[in-house]
Protein backbone atom coordinates (compact mmCIF):
# COMPACT_ATOMS: atom_id res chain seq x y z
CA UNK A 1 0.00 0.00 0.00
CA UNK A 2 1.68 3.73 -0.82
CA UNK A 3 -0.93 5.41 1.74
CA UNK A 4 1.72 6.79 3.70
CA UNK A 5 3.96 7.79 0.62
CA UNK A 6 0.31 9.64 -0.93
CA UNK A 7 -0.05 11.43 2.66
CA UNK A 8 3.74 12.61 2.20
CA UNK A 9 3.46 13.98 -1.78
CA UNK A 10 0.61 15.90 -0.88
CA UNK A 11 1.67 17.63 2.23
CA UNK A 12 4.83 18.41 0.42
CA UNK A 13 2.79 19.79 -2.72
CA UNK A 14 0.30 21.21 -0.53
CA UNK A 15 3.07 23.57 1.00
CA UNK A 16 4.72 24.77 -2.17
CA UNK A 17 1.86 25.43 -4.65
CA UNK A 18 2.75 27.29 -7.74
CA UNK A 19 0.27 29.60 -9.73
CA UNK A 20 -0.48 28.48 -13.42
CA UNK A 21 2.14 28.43 -15.90
CA UNK A 22 5.08 28.56 -13.17
CA UNK A 23 5.01 25.25 -12.09
CA UNK A 24 8.47 25.58 -12.02
CA UNK A 25 8.99 23.68 -8.64
CA UNK A 26 6.31 20.90 -8.79
CA UNK A 27 7.25 19.74 -12.19
CA UNK A 28 11.07 19.17 -11.18
CA UNK A 29 9.15 17.01 -8.05
CA UNK A 30 6.59 15.28 -10.06
CA UNK A 31 9.58 14.22 -12.82
CA UNK A 32 12.30 12.91 -10.06
CA UNK A 33 9.34 11.18 -8.09
CA UNK A 34 9.11 9.43 -11.63
CA UNK A 35 12.32 8.61 -12.29
CA UNK A 36 12.70 7.05 -9.04
CA UNK A 37 9.58 5.01 -9.58
CA UNK A 38 11.29 3.42 -12.82
CA UNK A 39 9.09 5.70 -15.25
CA UNK A 40 10.45 7.09 -18.69
CA UNK A 41 10.06 10.68 -18.02
CA UNK A 42 9.19 13.90 -21.10
CA UNK A 43 9.30 17.31 -19.13
CA UNK A 44 8.63 20.59 -20.30
CA UNK A 45 5.51 19.55 -22.70
CA UNK A 46 3.09 22.41 -23.46
CA UNK A 47 5.25 24.89 -20.57
CA UNK A 48 5.82 22.86 -17.30
CA UNK A 49 3.45 19.58 -18.35
CA UNK A 50 5.20 16.08 -17.26
CA UNK A 51 4.69 13.21 -18.61
CA UNK A 52 5.57 9.60 -17.12
CA UNK A 53 5.21 6.52 -19.02
CA UNK A 54 5.86 2.39 -17.99
CA UNK A 55 4.97 -0.62 -19.82
CA UNK A 56 3.35 -3.82 -18.16
CA UNK A 57 4.52 -7.28 -18.42
CA UNK A 58 1.47 -8.35 -20.15
CA UNK A 59 0.66 -6.60 -23.64
CA UNK A 60 -2.95 -5.16 -23.48
CA UNK A 61 -4.44 -1.54 -23.55
CA UNK A 62 -2.82 1.88 -22.82
CA UNK A 63 -4.02 4.39 -20.34
CA UNK A 64 -3.31 7.81 -19.73
CA UNK A 65 -4.38 9.51 -16.30
CA UNK A 66 -4.14 13.01 -16.08
CA UNK A 67 -3.81 15.15 -13.17
CA UNK A 68 -3.63 18.99 -12.47
CA UNK A 69 -0.50 20.99 -11.19
CA UNK A 70 -1.18 24.30 -10.72
CA UNK A 71 -2.55 26.64 -7.40
CA UNK A 72 -4.48 29.53 -7.10
CA UNK A 73 -3.74 33.21 -6.15
CA UNK A 74 -5.18 32.70 -2.86
CA UNK A 75 -3.93 33.73 0.50
CA UNK A 76 -4.29 29.78 2.39
CA UNK A 77 -6.90 30.54 5.91
CA UNK A 78 -7.30 26.79 6.49
CA UNK A 79 -4.50 27.10 9.59
CA UNK A 80 -2.45 23.31 9.10
CA UNK A 81 0.87 22.50 9.78
CA UNK A 82 1.47 22.19 6.31
CA UNK A 83 -0.33 25.20 4.57
CA UNK A 84 1.51 26.82 1.61
CA UNK A 85 5.10 28.23 2.44
CA UNK A 86 4.38 30.48 -0.46
CA UNK A 87 2.38 33.75 0.41
CA UNK A 88 -0.43 34.98 -1.88
CA UNK A 89 -0.66 31.28 -3.46
CA UNK A 90 -2.38 28.23 -2.42
CA UNK A 91 -3.67 24.75 -4.01
CA UNK A 92 -7.29 26.18 -3.25
CA UNK A 93 -8.62 23.99 -5.78
CA UNK A 94 -7.14 20.49 -4.43
CA UNK A 95 -4.83 19.55 -7.74
CA UNK A 96 -2.12 18.65 -4.62
CA UNK A 97 -4.63 15.74 -4.11
CA UNK A 98 -5.02 14.45 -7.77
CA UNK A 99 -0.92 14.75 -8.30
CA UNK A 100 -0.64 13.05 -5.03
CA UNK A 101 -3.09 10.51 -6.12
CA UNK A 102 -1.82 9.46 -9.29
CA UNK A 103 1.62 9.64 -8.04
CA UNK A 104 0.82 6.81 -5.51
CA UNK A 105 -1.33 5.26 -8.75
CA UNK A 106 2.10 5.52 -10.28
CA UNK A 107 3.95 3.84 -7.50
CA UNK A 108 1.34 1.12 -7.51
CA UNK A 109 2.17 0.65 -10.77
CA UNK A 110 5.77 0.46 -10.97
CA UNK A 111 5.29 -2.48 -7.73
CA UNK A 112 3.48 -4.27 -9.70
CA UNK A 113 4.59 -4.01 -13.32
CA UNK A 114 5.08 -7.54 -13.51
CA UNK A 115 1.43 -8.43 -13.23
CA UNK A 116 -0.42 -5.64 -15.05
CA UNK A 117 -0.85 -5.85 -18.72
CA UNK A 118 -0.53 -2.52 -21.50
CA UNK A 119 0.88 0.46 -20.29
CA UNK A 120 0.21 3.92 -18.05
CA UNK A 121 0.79 7.35 -18.92
CA UNK A 122 0.82 9.79 -15.96
CA UNK A 123 -0.05 12.98 -17.65
CA UNK A 124 0.65 16.01 -15.21
CA UNK A 125 -1.19 18.57 -16.98
CA UNK A 126 -0.12 22.88 -15.80
CA UNK A 127 -2.27 25.69 -16.20
CA UNK A 128 -5.89 24.03 -15.95
CA UNK A 129 -7.46 27.15 -14.03
CA UNK A 130 -6.55 29.11 -16.87
CA UNK A 131 -7.81 26.74 -19.57
CA UNK A 132 -4.74 26.95 -21.45
CA UNK A 133 -2.47 23.78 -20.71
CA UNK A 134 -4.39 20.86 -22.04
CA UNK A 135 -3.93 22.91 -25.29
CA UNK A 136 -0.55 23.76 -24.64
CA UNK A 137 0.19 19.87 -23.80
CA UNK A 138 -2.32 18.70 -27.29
CA UNK A 139 0.12 20.97 -29.18
CA UNK A 140 3.35 19.83 -28.12
CA UNK A 141 2.70 16.31 -29.33
CA UNK A 142 1.69 14.78 -26.08
CA UNK A 143 -0.16 12.06 -27.69
CA UNK A 144 3.27 11.50 -30.14
CA UNK A 145 5.21 10.40 -27.64
CA UNK A 146 2.51 7.29 -26.98
CA UNK A 147 -1.41 7.67 -27.93
CA UNK A 148 -3.30 5.92 -24.65
CA UNK A 149 -6.33 3.81 -25.71
CA UNK A 150 -8.36 5.63 -22.72
CA UNK A 151 -7.93 8.72 -21.21
CA UNK A 152 -9.16 9.96 -17.43
CA UNK A 153 -8.75 13.16 -16.09
CA UNK A 154 -9.36 13.25 -12.06
CA UNK A 155 -10.61 15.81 -10.23
CA UNK A 156 -11.85 16.37 -6.61
CA UNK A 157 -15.46 17.01 -6.16
CA UNK A 158 -16.69 18.95 -2.83
CA UNK A 159 -20.71 18.74 -4.18
CA UNK A 160 -20.47 15.11 -3.38
CA UNK A 161 -19.24 13.09 -0.26
CA UNK A 162 -15.80 12.19 0.22
CA UNK A 163 -15.48 8.46 0.05
CA UNK A 164 -17.79 8.50 -2.99
CA UNK A 165 -16.94 8.56 -6.94
CA UNK A 166 -19.02 10.21 -9.93
CA UNK A 167 -19.17 9.16 -13.11
CA UNK A 168 -21.79 10.17 -15.73
CA UNK A 169 -22.36 9.80 -19.10
CA UNK A 170 -22.26 12.59 -21.43
CA UNK A 171 -21.34 16.01 -21.04
CA UNK A 172 -20.16 17.10 -17.31
CA UNK A 173 -18.92 20.27 -17.69
CA UNK A 174 -20.00 23.06 -20.22
CA UNK A 175 -18.33 25.44 -23.22
CA UNK A 176 -17.27 28.42 -21.48
CA UNK A 177 -17.42 31.38 -23.70
CA UNK A 178 -17.38 34.79 -23.67
CA UNK A 179 -18.65 37.79 -25.22
CA UNK A 180 -18.21 41.89 -25.34
CA UNK A 181 -21.33 43.76 -27.28
CA UNK A 182 -20.84 47.08 -28.08
CA UNK A 183 -23.95 49.42 -28.29
CA UNK A 184 -23.54 52.68 -30.34
CA UNK A 185 -25.80 55.56 -30.01
CA UNK A 186 -25.72 59.32 -30.68
CA UNK A 187 -24.92 61.28 -27.39
CA UNK A 188 -26.03 64.60 -25.84
CA UNK A 189 -27.53 66.26 -23.16
CA UNK A 190 -29.59 64.30 -20.51
CA UNK A 191 -32.07 66.79 -20.63
CA UNK A 192 -32.89 66.31 -24.91
CA UNK A 193 -33.45 62.38 -24.66
CA UNK A 194 -35.53 62.88 -28.37
CA UNK A 195 -32.76 64.49 -29.76
CA UNK A 196 -30.55 61.41 -28.83
CA UNK A 197 -30.02 57.61 -29.52
CA UNK A 198 -29.38 56.62 -26.18
CA UNK A 199 -26.94 53.62 -25.56
CA UNK A 200 -27.52 53.00 -22.36
CA UNK A 201 -31.49 52.42 -23.10
CA UNK A 202 -30.21 49.99 -25.76
CA UNK A 203 -28.00 47.95 -23.42
CA UNK A 204 -30.60 48.03 -20.25
CA UNK A 205 -33.27 46.57 -22.95
CA UNK A 206 -30.47 44.31 -24.38
CA UNK A 207 -29.73 42.16 -20.72
CA UNK A 208 -33.57 42.04 -19.85
CA UNK A 209 -34.22 40.61 -23.66
CA UNK A 210 -31.03 38.08 -23.60
CA UNK A 211 -32.03 36.61 -19.92
CA UNK A 212 -35.88 36.84 -20.84
CA UNK A 213 -35.31 35.13 -24.39
CA UNK A 214 -32.82 32.60 -22.92
CA UNK A 215 -35.66 31.63 -20.33
CA UNK A 216 -38.83 31.26 -23.20
CA UNK A 217 -36.74 29.39 -25.31
CA UNK A 218 -35.26 26.71 -22.48
CA UNK A 219 -36.05 23.27 -23.84
CA UNK A 220 -35.09 21.76 -20.56
CA UNK A 221 -33.18 18.96 -21.91
CA UNK A 222 -29.29 20.79 -22.21
CA UNK A 223 -28.32 23.11 -19.22
CA UNK A 224 -27.47 26.34 -20.37
CA UNK A 225 -26.53 29.67 -18.56
CA UNK A 226 -25.98 33.49 -19.53
CA UNK A 227 -24.98 36.20 -17.09
CA UNK A 228 -23.44 39.50 -17.99
CA UNK A 229 -20.58 40.36 -15.90
CA UNK A 230 -19.57 44.08 -17.00
CA UNK A 231 -20.99 47.17 -18.16
CA UNK A 232 -19.35 50.25 -19.00
CA UNK A 233 -20.42 53.41 -20.60
CA UNK A 234 -21.25 57.21 -19.85
CA UNK A 235 -18.62 59.97 -17.84
CA UNK A 236 -21.18 62.45 -16.24
CA UNK A 237 -24.58 61.83 -15.33
CA UNK A 238 -26.04 64.64 -17.70
CA UNK A 239 -24.66 63.21 -20.52
CA UNK A 240 -26.05 60.62 -22.63
CA UNK A 241 -22.66 58.48 -23.72
CA UNK A 242 -21.77 57.44 -27.44
CA UNK A 243 -21.69 53.40 -26.62
CA UNK A 244 -21.57 51.73 -23.71
CA UNK A 245 -20.02 48.17 -23.81
CA UNK A 246 -21.20 44.96 -21.99
CA UNK A 247 -18.99 41.61 -21.45
CA UNK A 248 -20.17 38.35 -20.16
CA UNK A 249 -20.15 34.41 -20.50
CA UNK A 250 -22.44 31.67 -21.93
CA UNK A 251 -22.47 28.55 -20.92
CA UNK A 252 -23.93 24.96 -23.29
CA UNK A 253 -23.08 21.49 -23.13
CA UNK A 254 -23.41 21.22 -27.21
CA UNK A 255 -22.36 22.89 -29.94
CA UNK A 256 -25.76 23.04 -31.15
CA UNK A 257 -26.80 24.57 -27.91
CA UNK A 258 -23.85 27.31 -28.06
CA UNK A 259 -25.05 28.22 -31.90
CA UNK A 260 -28.05 28.70 -30.14
CA UNK A 261 -27.03 30.66 -28.16
CA UNK A 262 -25.46 32.90 -30.20
CA UNK A 263 -27.91 33.59 -32.47
CA UNK A 264 -30.45 34.56 -29.02
CA UNK A 265 -27.76 37.00 -28.69
CA UNK A 266 -27.63 38.50 -31.60
CA UNK A 267 -31.57 38.71 -31.63
CA UNK A 268 -31.80 40.34 -28.16
CA UNK A 269 -28.99 42.86 -28.94
CA UNK A 270 -30.71 43.39 -32.52
CA UNK A 271 -33.81 44.57 -31.20
CA UNK A 272 -32.85 46.44 -28.36
CA UNK A 273 -30.38 48.84 -30.52
CA UNK A 274 -33.08 48.85 -33.44
CA UNK A 275 -35.96 50.21 -30.88
CA UNK A 276 -33.93 53.17 -29.81
CA UNK A 277 -32.21 53.61 -33.62
CA UNK A 278 -28.90 52.55 -32.84
CA UNK A 279 -26.76 49.46 -33.78
CA UNK A 280 -24.48 46.74 -32.05
CA UNK A 281 -21.68 44.78 -32.28
CA UNK A 282 -21.10 41.91 -30.79
CA UNK A 283 -17.89 40.04 -30.37
CA UNK A 284 -18.26 36.16 -29.38
CA UNK A 285 -14.86 34.49 -27.86
CA UNK A 286 -15.54 30.60 -28.01
CA UNK A 287 -13.70 29.18 -25.02
CA UNK A 288 -12.79 25.63 -23.50
CA UNK A 289 -15.17 22.60 -24.76
CA UNK A 290 -17.83 20.69 -23.16
CA UNK A 291 -16.15 17.82 -21.55
CA UNK A 292 -17.97 14.88 -22.50
CA UNK A 293 -17.68 11.23 -21.27
CA UNK A 294 -18.01 8.30 -23.10
CA UNK A 295 -20.37 6.26 -22.72
CA UNK A 296 -18.71 2.89 -23.23
CA UNK A 297 -15.95 3.81 -21.31
CA UNK A 298 -18.23 4.97 -18.61
CA UNK A 299 -20.15 1.62 -19.21
CA UNK A 300 -17.17 -0.07 -18.73
CA UNK A 301 -15.43 2.11 -15.43
CA UNK A 302 -18.85 1.50 -14.09
CA UNK A 303 -19.22 -2.30 -14.11
CA UNK A 304 -15.45 -3.14 -12.59
CA UNK A 305 -15.71 -0.72 -10.14
CA UNK A 306 -19.08 -2.67 -8.98
CA UNK A 307 -17.01 -5.53 -9.13
CA UNK A 308 -13.60 -4.12 -7.45
CA UNK A 309 -14.36 -1.01 -4.95
CA UNK A 310 -18.14 -2.33 -4.05
CA UNK A 311 -17.42 -0.47 -0.86
CA UNK A 312 -17.13 3.22 -2.69
CA UNK A 313 -20.43 4.49 -3.51
CA UNK A 314 -20.85 5.28 -6.95
CA UNK A 315 -22.70 8.28 -8.24
CA UNK A 316 -24.01 8.46 -12.06
CA UNK A 317 -26.15 10.82 -12.21
CA UNK A 318 -26.91 15.00 -11.73
CA UNK A 319 -23.35 15.80 -11.80
CA UNK A 320 -23.55 18.11 -14.97
CA UNK A 321 -21.96 21.42 -13.86
CA UNK A 322 -21.41 24.34 -16.38
CA UNK A 323 -17.40 24.94 -15.39
CA UNK A 324 -15.16 24.53 -17.80
CA UNK A 325 -12.48 21.82 -17.84
CA UNK A 326 -9.67 21.90 -20.29
CA UNK A 327 -9.54 18.10 -19.92
CA UNK A 328 -12.27 18.07 -22.82
CA UNK A 329 -9.72 19.14 -25.99
CA UNK A 330 -7.91 15.46 -24.44
CA UNK A 331 -11.48 13.70 -24.92
CA UNK A 332 -12.03 15.23 -28.00
CA UNK A 333 -8.66 13.52 -29.07
CA UNK A 334 -9.24 10.16 -27.38
CA UNK A 335 -12.31 8.41 -25.48
CA UNK A 336 -12.55 9.03 -21.99
CA UNK A 337 -14.20 10.31 -19.12
CA UNK A 338 -13.40 13.02 -15.90
CA UNK A 339 -14.11 11.24 -13.07
CA UNK A 340 -14.88 13.02 -9.90
CA UNK A 341 -13.78 11.76 -6.81
CA UNK A 342 -16.07 13.21 -3.92
CA UNK A 343 -14.64 15.61 -1.37
CA UNK A 344 -17.32 17.17 0.41
CA UNK A 345 -16.99 16.92 4.13
CA UNK A 346 -19.94 17.53 6.74
CA UNK A 347 -19.22 21.05 8.58
CA UNK A 348 -16.16 21.76 6.28
CA UNK A 349 -15.85 24.15 3.25
CA UNK A 350 -16.88 22.46 0.82
CA UNK A 351 -16.17 24.68 -1.89
CA UNK A 352 -12.95 24.62 -4.36
CA UNK A 353 -10.84 27.96 -4.66
CA UNK A 354 -11.95 29.00 -0.62
CA UNK A 355 -8.81 29.89 0.96
CA UNK A 356 -10.55 27.42 3.62
CA UNK A 357 -10.98 24.33 1.12
CA UNK A 358 -8.96 21.22 2.15
CA UNK A 359 -9.23 17.55 0.38
CA UNK A 360 -9.86 15.40 3.40
CA UNK A 361 -7.89 11.87 3.62
CA UNK A 362 -10.42 10.03 2.52
CA UNK A 363 -10.39 11.30 -0.89
CA UNK A 364 -6.98 10.41 -1.30
CA UNK A 365 -7.64 6.70 -0.23
CA UNK A 366 -10.97 7.02 -2.25
CA UNK A 367 -9.12 7.76 -5.26
CA UNK A 368 -6.36 5.64 -5.30
CA UNK A 369 -8.68 2.54 -4.79
CA UNK A 370 -10.47 3.48 -7.78
CA UNK A 371 -7.88 4.65 -9.92
CA UNK A 372 -5.98 1.02 -9.07
CA UNK A 373 -8.67 -0.88 -9.91
CA UNK A 374 -8.85 1.11 -13.12
CA UNK A 375 -5.84 0.30 -13.95
CA UNK A 376 -5.75 -3.72 -13.14
CA UNK A 377 -8.97 -3.80 -15.23
CA UNK A 378 -9.22 -1.13 -17.71
CA UNK A 379 -5.84 -2.11 -19.87
CA UNK A 380 -6.78 -5.99 -19.98
ZN1 LIG B 1 -10.10 25.36 -9.88
ZN1 LIG C 1 -9.41 22.39 -10.29
Redesign the pocket.
Known amino acids: MNLGYMRDIYEQLHKNPEVSLEEYWTANFIASELENLGFSVKTEIGGTGVVGIMEFAHPGKCLAFRA ?1 MDG ?1 PVTEKTGVAFASKNPGVMH ?4 DSHMAILLSVCAYAAQNKAELSGSLIAVFQPA ?2 IVVGAKAMLKQGVFEIKKPDYFLGIHNWPSIPAGTVGLESGPVTSYADGFKVTFMGQGGHGAFPHKVRDPIAMATLAVQNAYALTQRTDDNLNPRTLSFGMIHGGTSFNVIPETVEMEGTVRTVSEESQQGMIELLHKAFNSSAELYGGSYNLEYRKGVPAVVNDPLVVEKIIKLLQEETAHIHLITQGLVSL ?1 GEDVGYFLQEVPGALLFIGSGQEGAINE ?2 NPCFLVPEETLHTGYAVLTSILRRLTV
Open positions: DLACGHEEILH
